[in-house]
């Protein structure tokens, strides 16, 4: 399986509390969700029945004792491989400097292939911190997207991704230079108070040019929409908000990858049955909506050319979220596709087929993974 879409682990993931390792399945900023209700989420506790069980372990406490003990190539090699994760795509933006393992200590310790994928909102803050006019962004930020593409080739970037869901909504103004100038100092004021760029014209202009230079290096773009924490208003993160920057002639060539999805599956199904360059998955629902994580595949299944979709975890900070995410991830998807060939919409043999394009052969394929030696896959009978 390629996990197309997750973040990184913390480097310290091993000394966690139990609040601590509850924390990647809970969107909530409020410690009362981790503490009292969490626990008590159905999929929350199919996790750790799934957990003690492998691990022979009575209690959550004794595995993470057994953990803090163990290995830890062991330990994340044995999770990566269970869940059959061969490569993972890391927006390696989520966290600061040194809280995070490297895609390249990742890549070493799980033993998976990985391969980086840019934040654009973080190239995008560092710069208007540091310039004092829109001028010198628009001068430095090639060079600066230019230099990630050409650094450590070992450990590419293979994508961009923007959170402009969390920034504002997936509605995306079309802004004159002269607009995006004059407001540049209001939202360089609001980057230095609060370190984050918010919805403004300088924001939508500079995402724009950033936009143009994924066309122009035929670079996939990740959006984020759908569920996710409440920095996001879920009525703005619909992604037929971004429909009417799909229809432009500008962005025909764009091809992006919205992430997430849930409650939007339809749309986003939809925009994939009519847009050549839109692909989505649907992680996060993986972990966070897994009893109901079959009939969501089939309905993304029965709207969405297979071709169009990808599987992703959205795992981060501790392993076991990639490692759930990808079981659920992997039983729905056969459920699915059982029942769409019950119902005579799919012939029997088409099954493995369709597994393999979706957890493996679209990712390759979108993001040309094959084009470099970290990431070269070689071709299996099977479906990774």
């Known amino acids: 399986m390629v996990d197309n879409h997750a973040h990184n682990l913390l480097a310290d993931y091993r000394q966690c509390s139990l609040i601590d390792f509850a924390k990647p399945y809970c969107e909530s900023r409020f410690d009362e969700m981790l503490t009292r209700h969490i626990p008590l989420s159905l999929f929350y506790q199919h996790l750790i029945r799934k957990l003690l069980s492998r691990y022979r372990c009575p209690t959550l406490d004794d595995y993470l004792e057994l953990r803090r003990d163990q290995d830890q190539t062991e330990h994340l090699s044995g999770l990566f491989s269970d869940a059959g994760i061969e490569t993972v795509l890391v927006d390696d933006g989520y966290y600061g400097s040194g809280e995070a393992l490297s895609a390249q200590n990742l890549s070493r310790l799980a033993q998976v292939k990985t391969a980086r994928v840019l934040r654009i909102e973080t190239v995008l803050e560092n710069l208007v911190r540091e310039c004092t006019s829109l001028d010198q962004v628009l001068k430095t930020l090639p060079e600066i997207l230019n230099h990630e593409l050409s650094a450590d080739q070992s450990f590419p970037v293979v994508a961009l991704k923007t959170i402009v869901a969390y920034r504002g909504g997936l509605q995306i103004d079309a802004v004159a230079l002269s607009n995006a100038r004059s407001s540049y100092h209001p939202a360089r004021k609001e980057v230095l108070e609060s370190g984050r760029i918010n919805r403004s014209a300088t924001y939508h202009y500079l995402l724009s040019e950033v936009l143009d230079f994924a066309v122009a290096r035929q670079l996939p773009v990740q959006i984020h929409c759908g569920l996710g924490d409440d920095d996001a208003l879920l009525s703005q993160a619909n992604p037929i908000h ?12 764009l091809k992006c990858v919205f992430l997430h999805c849930y409650p939007y599956v339809r749309e986003v199904a939809y925009l994939a049955s009519i847009y050549p360059g839109v692909f989505f998955d649907l992680s996060l629902a ?7 994580l079959t009939r969501i595949y089939y309905e993304a299944l029965s709207a969405a050319p297979v071709s169009k979709i990808l599987a992703g975890t959205d795992g981060h900070s501790q392993p076991e979220s990639h490692w759930y995410g990808a079981m659920c991830l992997r039983r729905s998807l056969t459920e699915a596709l059982k029942e769409l060939v019950e119902r005579d919409y799919m012939l029997k043999g088409q099954m493995v087929e369709v597994e393999r394009a979706i957890l493996r052969s679209n990712a390759i394929s979108l993001y040309k993974l094959n084009s470099t030696s970290n990431l070269t896959v070689a071709t299996s009978q099977q479906v990774k």
Do not use: G, H, T, V
């Open 242 to 253: 971004f429909q009417a920057l799909l229809k432009a002639e500008r962005y025909r060539e």
């Open 286 to 292: 993986n972990s966070l909506i897994a009893p109901d």
